[in-house]
């Protein structure tokens, strides 16, 4: 019984990170306090930004130190995360350390509340509130967004996070465990931090950009089929068209992965998605992936987190018999 109490599968650490999140979501008076895992990466990517990301250092020089600081995050997490690993299975009840450690790490509810409120403050406060709502989750600059448009961009994050910001994660502890999680979340870090291309970070970002591809490449395309098996189990949607949308829009995506859930959504829901955008200082002329209308309502992002709360679900399910059966139940 003592020894089930320290080395607990990693299928029931992960059931029981999935149950806190649900129950729980984020503990933001704990954060107030003691900082997220994530922003504690932010802070050590910023510190080597600062002194390596430097306007003198010639393009190469940017690139090599580019990958330098990749190098550095992923080890530098993924040697946390075996050391937490490590205390947990030699303490009793370590397990629950895991799970803690992977409950903080899984942004389920945390999406779906920042997505519903953009559907609230349309409803109750008008297109003002709505973009104010839209901006806390997308990069495009949202006083350019119509209603539609708000609602459109609302969709868009859902499906994209519900890859990069759930099923990339928990795929990555299904097949690492908490190093190759905390891992993956230092190289989305990473990405979202100096993977753009700018002048300044085309070059110092690169390698970030890049793994953060590689480390999404097979979880999004999951994200996209779970959607579609989401869809297809609601009557409001349409599953077939869902995958048949993904499988011709998903590669017109500028992006090599966001395509996959964005696409699956707009035929579950009938709806034109990406489109022509404005971020900070950019244009960007992108094509229009999926059918149907561009005119997004308050009701579409309703269905949109529909799908992707029955998604997480597919997706916890799906994981947590992967590791069952590789562990042996």
Known sequence: MRAMM?????????LAALVLDAVIGDPYALYRAVPHPVALIGRA????DGAWNTPERSRR???VLGVLLLAVMVSGTFAIGLAITALAAHVAYGWIIEAVAVYVLIAQQSLYLHVRAVARALETNGLAAGRKAVGMIVGRDPETLDEAGVCRAAVESCAESFADGVVSPIFWYAVLGLPGMLAFKAVNTLDSMVGHKTEKYVDFGWASARFDDLMNYVPARLAGWLIAAAAGLARFADGHKAAWVMLRDARVHHSPNAGWPESAIAGALGLKLLGPRIYPGEVVEAPWIGEGTADATPAHIRQSLKLYAAACVLNGLA???ALLLAWGI
């Open 6 to 14: 320290i080395h607990a599968s990693p299928a029931w650490v992960l």
């Open 45 to 48: 990517i910023a510190v080597l």
């Open 61 to 63: 020089m940017r690139r």
């Open 319 to 321: 994981a947590v018999a």
